[in-house]
């Protein structure tokens, strides 16, 4: 089945300890993508990568770090985790970007730092 | 920048009515449009899009059109279901990202 997967679905923590979300799909998409959702602001991307070791910054990228190593993975690494990054992640993948083109999204990560 | 503006919610419906989400977006080309939905719990799935002026979207009863010369794409659906209930984003795709409006949670009773 084509699907985009995270891991973890829920996770709490405390501020300052180091955490990565994962993120795979099996689509060979190029394109990958993440957003945090917060109630009132809608989705917001943090990080984008067109392609693997291609990877630019979208509008919150602050507090966050990502790589692209292969195709299928786009990991979310939160280095010092505050309190204001208790969010809703989605990563997002789409064959390109393009005109048209839509984006495939996981299932969501609830993260709380406390 | 790209902006989308969508009416807030809830908006709340009895089950057979008609349904209108507003939305209106700010671009400097020429963006692709769509609709996201979000049922409870879940990720967002893309309910339909439209790519040029006049295009009408469709899907699972749903309808918007690309409306280039009042920068809307509102959607509409006829009679709503209970099933209906979710969340649902605008947004636009210009360059290399996917601009979303903050959603609208709209809840329908039977």
């Known amino acids: 089945e084509a699907q985009v997967t995270q891991n973890p679905r829920y996770l709490i923590t405390v501020t300052g300890k180091k955490l990565t979300v994962t993120c795979s799909q099996n689509m060979n998409h190029e394109y990958m993508s993440w957003y945090r959702q917060d109630p009132g602001l809608g989705l917001r991307q943090i990080y984008y990568?067109?392609?693997?070791?291609?990877?630019d910054k979208g509008d919150v990228p602050e507090g966050y770090k990502v790589s692209r190593k292969e195709k299928r993975n786009f990991p979310l690494i939160l280095e010092s985790p505050s309190p204001n990054q208790t969010s809703l992640y989605f990563c997002?993948?789409?064959?390109?970007?393009?005109?048209?083109?839509?984006?495939?999204f996981g299932p969501g990560t609830r993260l709380t730092v406390t | 920048g790209d902006s989308v503006t969508q009416m807030e919610g809830p908006v709340t419906l009895s089950e057979e009515a008609f349904l209108t989400i507003n939305c209106t977006y700010t671009?400097?080309?020429?963006?692709?449009l769509f609709w996201y939905v979000q049922y409870p719990g879940e990720g967002l799935q893309l309910l339909l899009k439209?790519?040029?002026?006049?295009d009408k979207g469709s899907n699972k009863g749903f309808e918007a059109t690309y409306r280039k010369e009042t920068t809307s794409f509102h959607l509409e659906k006829g009679s709503v279901q209970v099933s209906d209930s979710a969340v649902y984003f605008c947004?636009?795709?210009?360059?290399?990202?996917?601009?979303f409006g903050k959603g609208t949670m709209l809840l329908v009773s039977p």
């Open positions: 990568s067109m392609n693997v070791e291609v990877t």
């Open positions: 997002a993948s789409s064959p390109k970007i393009g005109y048209g083109v839509e984006q495939y």
């Open positions: 947004a636009l795709s210009e360059y290399s990202t996917l601009t």
């Open positions: 671009a400097t080309g020429y963006p692709s």
């Open positions: 439209a790519t040029k002026a006049d």
